[in-house]
């Protein structure tokens, strides 16, 4: 989440017309402390039942916890980009998130 942090005003233009939404198995308590501690400009949700995890098939089956990916949604909803699995430490995957941001009309 750090990179995200890092590169938010390249990859997103500090948010206009985006919308980052983290999701993740943690409680709202765990998530909420977190981003402030850190400043992240971005949206936590907490899927503590991995209701939305299952939704998208990225729950790990075994596991309470959600994998790695990244979908970029459009202004019309729908799904224009998905990174699966997303290689967070990969500075290749940011230029490809950046990409698909603009592709989709996200700045």
């Known amino acids: 989440m750090e990179a995200y942090r890092d590169q938010y005003?390249?990859?997103f233009k500090n948010g206009q017309g985006v919308t980052v939404l983290a999701i993740s198995t943690d409680e709202v308590s765990t998530l909420?402390?977190?981003?402030?501690?850190?400043?992240?400009?971005v949206t936590f949700v907490s899927d503590r039942d991995a209701?939305?995890?299952r939704a998208y098939d990225?729950?790990?089956?075994?596991?309470?916890?959600?994998?790695?990916v990244v979908f970029v949604v459009g202004p019309d909803g729908?799904?224009?980009h998905i990174m699966r699995p997303f290689?967070?430490?990969s500075a290749d995957?940011?230029?490809e998130l950046g990409a698909a941001v603009r592709r989709a009309g996200g700045g």
Do not use: C, H, S
């Open 78 to 80: 729908k799904v224009a």
């Open 58 to 68: 990225v729950k790990v089956p075994t596991l309470n916890v959600n994998r790695r």
């Open 9 to 11: 005003a390249t990859i």
């Open 51 to 53: 209701v939305a995890g």
């Open 32 to 41: 909420a402390d977190w981003a402030k501690e850190k400043d992240f400009p």
């Open 93 to 95: 995957a940011y230029t």
């Open 87 to 89: 290689r967070e430490l």
